[in-house]
Nanobody, 118 residues
Framework: QVQLVESGGGLVQAGGSLRLSCAASGSIFRNNYYMGWYRQAPGKQRELVAT???????NYADSVKGRFTISRDNAINLMYLQMNSLKPEDTAVYYC???????????WGQGTQVTVSS
């Protein structure tokens, strides 16, 4: 089993920055996986924000390119999302995700609220 715990959310004014963290523990995949951040705004479907795979390849949603940066520290099983130039439309619950690319296994954190005021 894998546990994912997000932290770092909060209330920030437009143009500000936040850094989210995701701590992974348990039977973590050592290769052939994707880790990522997703978000869900009220009344909307959950959407991909950014992913990083076990090979270090990174993918961003068009809406966050140039503003958000995903990174990870494998030594301490942490993943980060640095969010700059935040906009009110970035307001959502942000979820950490870990998924195997070879097995039907995916895990989610409990989510952390990010609110951007105008």
């Amino acid at each position: 089993q894998v546990q994912l715990v997000e932290s770092g959310g909060g209330l920030v004014q437009a143009g500000g920055s936040l850094r989210l963290s995701c701590a992974a523990s348990g039977s973590i995949f050592r290769n052939n996986y994707y880790m990522g951040w997703y978000r869900q705004a009220p009344g909307k479907q959950r959407e991909l924000v950014a992913t990083i795979d076990s090979g270090g390849r990174i993918n961003y949603a068009d809406s966050v390119k140039g503003r958000f940066t995903i990174s990870r520290d494998n030594a301490i099983n942490l993943m980060y999302l640095q969010m700059n130039s935040l906009k009110p439309e970035d307001t959502a619950v942000y979820y950490c995700n870990l998924a195997s690319s070879v097995l039907p296994k995916t895990y989610w954190g409990q989510g952390t609220q990010v609110t951007v005021s105008s």
